[in-house]
């Protein structure tokens, strides 16, 4: 194993899309920004420095950060953020772990422009459990507003309405040819005829799950979330925020140029829509490039089947070298009612004194001003309870309007999960407002999805249902519009980990939560001590 360096430079760069400049924050100027390159057991460094005037953290997104959760970089939940001209190194060891993760910024809306890249091939020696591929190539699937993304922001919350919808969708950075606009074509992945191509795909949008296809090329998905799936061959590829998804393409036609998209999935028919799509081209290199683009047919956005058919093919390797660890009983069951509400706000005028919320159990999760693992590791008091709710509040309409007892309590609570218990959460959307696919993402932890299912959780019927043998292994999760997902997981790394919905605008909106995890009794079993630059509240 090795030790990898990292510099990150938070700098302020003007950038151009869709026919108009702005300054966004990025990591070395660059958007998207640098990919990390690492293998399994290797530990990274990464010094940030921060240079913009906004207050910054990075999150490792997917890096289980085994008794590191001082790394892990969610602002307020496990670290003060990194003021402006100071700098944090992030230090942790990758563990057990191979395939695609993303880094992003976790505060603010800074996740918009900063963001990237985590590769993490196997160790030394240790072949893919599939055919190794000729190439490997990294797509980052993003989105573009025109304004600036903290104004979008900032100005929701002042009205209490939901934020602006991008004005683009972008594939390794650009949305693709725009109409009246002499911008870049958008981006081009050169190919060769016969050869194989792994494509790192990442969700890093804010607030767009989406499909993605290539004309005439068929996927063959070999891993999700850092974790081994049994191969499965599809020509469309779903994924929410938060997700990787590792394919292989073969390069199969004798040439030409191929459309790739990255189009809004959304099965919600209420909320505002983002209907643009983005385009790049697969090109044969050598093959006449004024052979024409051929078109492939983007899927409805609320083509929930596609998204249905994708879900239920997953299913984790489960082969000797790597086996899916599924809990087989659970010490903890919850039952968490995620989603959309409306408390009162005296002075949104533009919402007639009221503002959307989002909530767990009806909680919706006040971020602290001390981070929270600071609090757990040295008792500080006073900055947040451990009683929040395994269950919603009786009686709970979660199935829709009219409501009752619309207005959620504010609050910020953690779950108390004792070391290596066995924890089952059912996550249930509600339809207060509206229902909404919420792709919920847990920190510190990969998690088993053993069942999924429409309409309401039946406690009795549906466990009988579960997969409990080779349930896909993940980190985040779409919980479908007016339906549920069980997940579980083995409360293995001490620490306090943030769970919430990765549409950020349902996170800032308040569908979060976090686990506090004691430590165990053993050896390594303890929450380390914090580094010595950890960035101080204030
Ligand atoms: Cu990728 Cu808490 O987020």
New binding site residues.
Partial sequence: SRVRHYKFNVVMKNTSRLCSTKPIVTINGNFPGPTIYAREDDTVLVKVVNHVNYNVSI?W?GIRQLRTGWADG?AYITQCPIQTSQSFVYNFTITGQRGTLLW?A?ILWLRATVHGALVILPKLGIPYPFPKPDHERVVILAEWWKSDTEDVINEAMNSGLAPNVSDAHTINGYPGPSPNCSSIDGYQLDVRAGKSYLLRLINAALNEELFYKIAGHNFTVVEVDATYVKPFQTDTVVIAP?QTTNVIITANKRGGKFAMTASTFMDTPVVAIDNVTAMATLHYSGTLSASPTTLTATPARNATPVADTFATSLRSLNSKTYPANVPQRVDRSLFFAVGLGVNACPTCKAANGSRVVASVNNITFVMPTTALLQAHFFNITGVYTTDFPGNPPTPFNYTGAPPQGLATTTATKVYRLPYNATVQVVLQDTGIIAAENHPV?L?GFNFFVVGKGLGNFNSKTDPKKFNLVDPVERNTVAVPSGGWVAIRFTADNPGVW?M?C?LEVHTTWGLKMAFQVDNGKGPNQSLLPPPQDLPTCS
């Fill in positions: 999150h997104h969610p992003h976790h938060g993402h920190h943030f919430h990765h």
